[in-house]
């Protein structure tokens, strides 16, 4: 690295307001179809659009980090919120444990579909939830 990390380039840059761009599009293509009557589609299409939304929002603060001034964590930061972390992933924990339990007992092909959808929704919430607490062990966090 020549001591410009990749990220501050206006490529970089571009390809992320681009996706950015591309989650609208996303958002509007879910709206449209939240008009269906079917209960179904209409929890999947809101489903898939607070997604977009959480992306745009998560894209943003790429963007901002950049533009702005880089994300900074100080430890004092860090251990405020770690046992929040720890509570967090304990239910985010018991929560999976409940979902497998409730597909392991189900039959309906519906059911099971939203279930399978939530455990791995649950999953990814686990595993963030991880990372966040690996950077307790991060040597330079501000």
């Not at 579909?113 to 919430?125: E, N, T, V, W």
Request: proline share 3%.
């Amino acid at each position: 690295m020549e001591g410009r990390p990749p990220e501050s380039s206006e490529e970089f840059l571009n390809l992320i307001q681009h996706w950015q761009k591309l989650e609208d599009k996303a958002i509007g293509s879910a709206d449209s179809m939240l008009k269906t009557s079917n209960p179904f589609f209409r929890v999947i299409m809101e489903s898939l659009k607070h997604d977009s939304e959480k992306c745009k929002l998560i894209q943003q603060m790429i963007i901002d980090s950049i533009a702005k001034g880089a994300i900074k964590i100080n430890p004092d930061e860090l251990k405020e919120i770690s046992d929040m972390l720890n509570n967090h992933m304990e239910v985010e924990a018991e929560s999976l444990r409940l979902a497998h339990t409730a597909l392991a007992k189900s039959e309906l092909v519906f059911t099971r579909f939203l279930l399978s959808y939530l455990i791995a929704d649950k999953d990814k919430h686990h595993d963030l939830i991880e990372r966040l607490n690996d950077l307790k062990g991060a040597t330079i966090l501000a």
